[in-house]
């Protein structure tokens, strides 16, 4: 029985994918659900499985093509899998489990092997990020150790991936990751259809950090998870999004789409780029159950291990620029949502309460906003609130 393999339905933000890599070659025999191909979107990278056991007659669209939900990609004749191809697929899948087709074939073109280059994907699986990481360490090395005094002849022009070093002044040029272009498509898309400002307040942590040192090994032996400071943020910001529903709002043509529950994305920084995981009914959950879900969407971030799903829709966004070390800063907007919280660092800073001078934890915070939607009392206003609930944290679980 011959069975064609199609591209899977991608959701409705993601309009094509492109083939990063055919794991099976034409004429290779496949078990069911055995991986066939990797497709790279401009979120994340998607396994594709074989439907059923067989054997690859036909790719129809190569590496580096770009497809669509429901395109034929491929074809397959189903039948039973002999052993010895089997085990054959094993102990390929053995010697080079540590990295995908795609990753291999970049390390190749390299001429690196899995020894050069340090793993950090789930369990030390070689990332692409990983190779790209290898190789400008190489490339730094070179022009590190170049003698000064000697004048290189003139290189060829490099291709795409190849690197130039020139008089000691070196470039590379790699293709934008689809991740990347995407990041960059959006950023200018919400800069071009949005009225977007920011307001900023600050927050003394006394009390959230007091709470955390006072709580955090019972909640951590309850909970097998420490208490962090973003699950007070994510559920502050909750309760004050309940407050003052346009923050939790869209624009859709000339309609305002308020919507009645509280997804949350929270943005997380990967070696593929920037991703924002949603944390979905943040109202009904409480901080072990924040907490463990930003533990998770950033482990499978960091390895490519994000579900489209989990990267779609939202109501609000929260940055944390403050692990990084940034002091203050105007976030952007996500489409459709109307706005985003930044955070930022905390330092201790002299402050006047009840007309003396005292040291606190301080942190400033920003909020943009979509000024067509938002008015700045209500923006103003929502920042205030959640200062209030921050300084107060016993408010939060009041709902005061």
Known sequence: MTIEIRV?????????ATIAAWVIKEGDSVNEEENLLELETDKVVLEVPAPASGVLTKIIA???ATVYSGDVIGILEEGEVTVDKAEDKTAEATIEGNASPSVRKL??????????????????????????????????????????????????????????????????????????????????????TAAI???????????????????QDRFQKSHDIKLGFMSFFIKAATEALKRYPEVNARIDGNDIIYQGY???????SSERGLVVPIIRNTDSM??????????????????????????????FSITNGGIFGSMLSTPIINPPQSAILGMHN??????????????????????????????GKAAVSFLVKMKELLEDPASLFLEL
Do not use: C
Not at 350 to 371: K, N, Q
């Open 286 to 315: 409480g901080n072990a159950d924040i907490e463990k879900a930003i533990r998770d969407y950033a482990t499978r971030a960091r390895s490519g291990h994000l579900e489209l799903s989990e990267l779609t829709g939202g109501t």
């Open 62 to 64: 190569e590496e580096g």
């Open 197 to 215: 400002l920011t307001t900023f307040n600050e927050v003394d942590l006394s009390e959230v950090a007091r709470l955390r040192r006072k709580y």
């Open 8 to 16: 899977p339905q991608l959701p409705e933000s993601v309009s094509d």
């Open 262 to 268: 509280y997804d949350i994305g929270v943005a997380v």
């Open 107 to 192: 390390m190749a073109e390299n001429s690196l092997s899995e020894s050069q280059v340090a793993g950090t994907g789930k369990n030390g699986r070689i990332l692409k990020e990983d190779v790209e990481k290898a190789l400008q360490a190489a490339t730094a090395a070179v022009v590190t150790t170049a003698p000064v005094a000697s004048k290189p002849a003139p290189a060829p022009t490099p291709s795409p991936q190849e690197s130039s070093d020139i008089e000691g002044r070196e470039e590379r040029r790699v293709p934008m990751t689809r991740l990347r272009a995407r990041i960059a498509e959006r950023l200018l898309e919400a800069q071009s």
């Open 346 to 375: 905390i330092q201790d800073r002299p402050v006047a309460v009840d007309g003396e001078v005292v040291i606190r934890p301080m942190m400033y915070l920003a909020l943009s906003y979509d000024h067509r939607l938002i008015d």
